[in-house]
């Protein structure tokens, strides 16, 4: 309940109305779940805005991946990650165990899930495209016939930058690519993910940037 006030009363005004939003191909967003939601990562507005994206049930089974040890480190951020946001916190660490590291999103996702992942893992220079981290590959290799949605936002690393406190309110555009599923392969699969954001980000450039 407090997580569908937060949202009806606050977040979504704030995105519609104070930065703008520009949504391109938003028929291609799944109604339902399973399916995983890969996305660029610049600022913390990032998993707001798409969070902002679903409605309704859609909404209820949305839920971002994100760090625990960052997430989780008081009670205060732990209450308002897990309670309001609605997280999945994933500890990071170097380990082989990635099915046991993902168990909670596999859980999740066999609930019928709408994941939301960051392939870069932390949040990178505003507007630019860090390299991305496989832990994804093995994460899917566990749902091979879950679809993965790329989508590229643009505008929030101006609006919030890492390392900022200060909103600035900023056109944003949001670019959502066609649906691809997982490859047994992980070089193939990293350039199809890698091809799939550059493309949407090129899509960004030429039309308005």
Same mark, same amino acid.
């Given at each position: 309940?407090?997580?569908?006030?937060?949202?009806?009363? *606050?977040?979504?005004? =704030?995105? %519609?109305?104070?930065?703008?939003?520009?949504?391109?191909?938003?028929?291609?967003?799944?109604?339902?779940?399973?399916?995983?939601?890969?996305?660029?990562?610049?600022?913390?507005? +990032?998993? *707001?805005?798409?969070?902002? =994206?679903?409605?309704?049930?859609?909404?209820?089974?949305?839920?971002?991946?994100?760090?625990?040890? &960052?997430?989780?480190?008081?009670? &205060? *951020?732990?209450?308002?990650?897990?309670?309001?946001?609605?997280?999945?916190?994933?500890?990071?660490?170097?380990?082989? +165990?990635?099915?046991?590291?993902?168990?909670?999103? %596999?859980?999740?996702? +066999?609930? +019928?899930?709408?994941?939301? %992942?960051?392939?870069?893992?932390?949040?990178?220079?505003?507007? /630019?495209?860090?390299?991305?981290?496989?832990?994804?590959? &093995?994460?899917?290799?566990?749902?091979?016939?879950?679809?993965?949605?790329?989508?590229?936002?643009?505008?929030?690393?101006?609006?919030?930058?890492?390392?900022?406190?200060?909103?600035?309110?900023?056109?944003?555009?949001?670019?959502?690519?066609?649906?691809?599923?997982?490859?047994?392969?992980?070089?193939?699969?990293?350039?199809? =993910?890698?091809?799939?954001?550059?493309? *949407? /980000?090129?899509?960004?450039?030429?039309?308005?940037?």
């Amino acid at each position: 309940m407090m997580r569908n006030i937060l949202f009806s009363i *606050l977040v979504r005004p =704030l995105i %519609l109305f104070i930065l703008g939003l520009n949504i391109r191909h938003y028929e291609r967003l799944p109604a339902k779940g399973p399916c995983v939601i890969i996305a660029n990562h610049n600022s913390h507005l +990032d998993t *707001l805005v798409l969070m902002s =994206l679903f409605k309704g049930r859609s909404f209820s089974k949305t839920r971002p991946v994100a760090a625990g040890d &960052y997430f989780m480190r008081n009670k &205060y *951020l732990k209450f308002f990650s897990t309670k309001v946001m609605n997280i999945i916190p994933i500890h990071r660490k170097i380990t082989k +165990d990635f099915r046991g590291m993902f168990e909670p999103v %596999l859980e999740s996702l +066999d609930e +019928d899930g709408i994941i939301i %992942l960051f392939p870069e893992g932390s949040r990178g220079e505003a507007e /630019q495209l860090s390299k991305y981290k496989s832990g994804i590959y &093995y994460l899917m290799r566990e749902r091979p016939d879950v679809p993965i949605i790329p989508v590229f936002m643009h505008g929030l690393g101006k609006a919030l930058p890492k390392g900022s406190k200060v909103f600035v309110p900023f056109f944003v555009d949001v670019l959502i690519g066609e649906p691809f599923n997982y490859t047994d392969n992980r070089k193939v699969f990293m350039e199809t =993910l890698n091809c799939s954001m550059d493309k *949407l /980000q090129e899509e960004g450039r030429f039309r308005s940037w």
